[in-house]
Nanobody
């Protein structure tokens, strides 16, 4: 189970930190990702983190502004975070946490790479 929180309304240039609490498996075991979906648009990958290989990937639109991370040490809270800074109106949408449970992924920015999803949390930037 994946449960997101931390969404809300913020002004242009503001910051938010999203959290995704995972139950049933360790966030350190599989690729974890954040996606977003704006009204009338397809869900798109925002960021992913591959603990096993120690790498992160970001969509070009959020590079330098968003940071994905896991809680430390030893994933005690089993939580994935998305720190979002310098937010823009085009960042608005429903943000989803996802897990590629038992899967080998590439960049981790494609919907098809994930098999577990949270319910989403709304982010509005104005």
């Amino acid at each position: 189970q994946l449960v997101e929180s931390g969404g809300g309304s913020v002004q242009d240039g503001g910051s938010l930190r999203l959290s995704c609490v995972v139950s049933g498996f360790s966030v350190g075991s599989y690729c974890m990702g954040w996606f977003r979906q704006a009204p009338g648009k397809e869900r798109e990958g925002v960021a992913s983190i591959h603990t096993g290989v120690g790498s992160t990937y970001y969509a070009d639109s959020v590079k330098g502004r968003f940071t994905i991370s896991l809680d430390n040490p030893n994933f005690a809270k089993n939580t994935v975070y998305l720190q979002m800074d310098s937010l823009k109106p085009e960042d608005s949408g429903v943000y989803f946490c996802a897990a590629a449970y038992g899967r080998v992924v590439s960049s981790g920015l494609a919907n098809s790479e994930y098999n577990y999803w949270g319910q989403g949390t709304q982010v509005t930037v104005s």
